[in-house]
T-cell receptor, first 110, second 112 residues
Framework: GEDVEQSLFLSVREGDSSVINCTYT??????LYWYKQEPGAGLQLLTYIFSNMDMKQDQRLTVLLNKKDKHLSLRIADTQTGDSAIYFC??????????FGAGTQVVVTP | DAGVIQSPRHEVTEMGQEVTLRCKPISGHNSLFWYRQTMMRGLELLIYFNNNVPIDDSGMPEDRFSAKMPNASFSTLKIQPSEPRDSAVYFC??????????FGDGTRLSIL
């Protein structure tokens, strides 16, 4: 089955770039997602990428996909205090179901 | 669109009581998912429906858990009897075709 892993914690200074990394195991994953969860809230879809793409940019967010290495990253440019949250990587498994990583807690310091 | 609506937002009840969690998906989104989130196990898929039909309930922990989707605009997740280890945040998510899943704000359940 699909196994999704990501680092648990990232500390970044306001104004710097953040990079959150994720690896997955199922080479048949067709869609890969990044969700953001703020305290007490649900998961908010940030962006997603189809497996035949290697990059997607959306304002301050850049997603890079290395399909050969099964590695996904999310770069947040000019990180703001409002970006402090837990970020989840998710990949579709061979049944089309989403498998989530454990989440990366991002803390933005002034 | 109002998004996925879950109720109640918080539920505190005593062990042994029946708990019913509710979800109203986004109109036109034909798949509905129930997840459970805990610190220990992260996000777990419990069950999902497609066009109101349960497709995969392999994630349902045990017979105390049941879920229904009587129509396209409503689903329930029931726990009877509840136990302290059921304490978690329960999320409902809706999906249209192959589009991304959209999550509700969750129900924070505490079983005393």
């Amino acid at each position: 089955g699909e196994d999704v892993e990501q680092s648990l914690f990232l500390s970044v200074r306001e104004g710097d770039s953040s990079v959150i990394n994720c690896t997955y195991t199922d080479s048949s994953s067709t869609y890969l997602y990044w969700y953001k969860q703020e305290p007490g809230a649900g998961l908010q879809l940030l962006t997603y990428i189809f497996s035949n793409m290697d990059m997607k940019q959306d304002q301050r967010l850049t997603v890079l996909l290395n399909k050969k290495d099964k590695h996904l990253s999310l770069r947040i440019a000019d990180t703001q205090t409002g970006d402090s949250a837990i970020y989840f990587c998710a990949a579709t498994d061979s049944w089309g179901k989403l498998q989530f990583g454990a989440g990366t807690q991002v803390v933005v310091t002034p | 669109d109002a998004g996925v609506i879950q109720s109640p937002r918080h539920e505190v009840t005593e062990m042994g009581q029946e708990v019913t969690l509710r979800c109203k998906p986004i109109s036109g989104h034909n798949s509905l998912f129930w997840y459970r989130q805990t610190m220990m196990r992260g996000l777990e898929l419990l069950i999902y429906f497609n066009n109101n039909v349960p497709i995969d309930d392999s994630g349902m922990p045990e017979d105390r858990f049941s879920a229904k989707m009587p129509n396209a605009s409503f689903s329930t997740l029931k726990i009877q009897p509840s136990e302290p280890r059921d304490s978690a945040v329960y999320f409902c998510a809706a999906q249209m075709g192959n589009q991304p899943q959209h999550f509700g704000d969750g129900t924070r359940l505490s079983i005393l």
